[in-house]
């Protein structure tokens, strides 16, 4: 099974909030490993040497040899806790691989021919919907990404999930589903500037009627006004 980066691990016993505490003070990251049919194993992983791994795109999507003293296992990372304040992992999740077990993956989508697209070369904008997928597939046949080729796509076309030339050997679940969702769509530029046009005139519009209401309250003052000096005038007609 080829493996594109290696990380080094230890065991760790102690658990809970506690111990997690400590592991970070010492700069290491608490992590998990699980499956491949066997128990759960606590790790503490190298905080230094994990961010720069995280830094690769290719880290999320490729199998690793985690190396845990004289042993190796291979790996995909599963899940990463980062710090919300700090630039810190809190924790990961590594999932064993088997060679003759799929696995389930999100890989990256990678665009290109985005500027010979006729869409773009009649003044469209590329809106990208999706930047990566998820995948199933067995372990040798793990692709670091997929491609989206653009150089086709017209002005207001799509690009679906089931348009991606996925490799034979690799599911989409998505599709398996009935889920075939937008990843990439190239549109008009204008597009994005008639609804603030419209919203405009919606807005001056309603604004109009608006004050019809006041005019016609402010022209009946006056009315209410005559009607009020009738029957004044009426006691004085009655004296003479």
Do not use: W
Not at 50 to 74: C, H, M, P, W
Not at 160 to 176: F, G, M, N, Q
Not at 193 to 203: F, Q, R, T, Y
Request: charged share 25%; with cysteine; net charge neutral.
């Amino acid at each position: 099974m080829k493996t594109a980066f290696e990380l080094v691990a230890e065991f760790r016993d102690a658990q809970g909030k506690g111990a997690s505490r400590r592991l970070r003070h010492a700069n290491k990251v608490p992590a998990i490993l699980y499956g491949g049919h066997r128990d759960a194993r606590a790790l503490s992983l190298d905080h230094t040497r994990l961010l720069l791994l995280l830094d690769n795109e290719r880290f999320y999507s490729t199998i690793i040899n985690l190396k845990v003293g004289e042993l190796n296992q291979a790996a995909i990372l599963k899940d990463v806790q980062r710090h919300p304040a700090k630039n810190a992992i809190v924790h990961i999740d590594l999932q064993r691989v088997l060679d003759d077990e799929k696995i389930r993956i999100t890989i990256p989508l990678h665009f290109r021919g985005e500027a010979g697209s006729p869409g773009v070369k009649k003044g469209g904008i590329v809106s990208r919907l999706r930047n990566e997928v998820e995948i199933i597939c067995l372990p040798k046949d793990l692709p670091e990404f997929i491609e989206v080729d653009l150089s086709a796509v017209d002005l207001n076309q799509m690009l679906y999930l089931a348009d991606l030339k996925a490799p034979e050997a690799v599911e989409i679940p998505e599709l398996t589903h009935g889920r075939n969702a937008p990843i990439v769509s190239i549109h008009h530029a204008r597009a994005a500037e008639e609804p603030e046009a419209v919203a405009g005139a919606e807005a001056a519009a309603g604004a109009a009627p608006a004050a019809a209401p006041a005019a016609g309250a402010a022209a009946a003052k006056p009315a209410a006004g005559a009607a009020a000096a009738k029957p004044a005038e009426a006691k004085k007609d009655a004296k003479k």
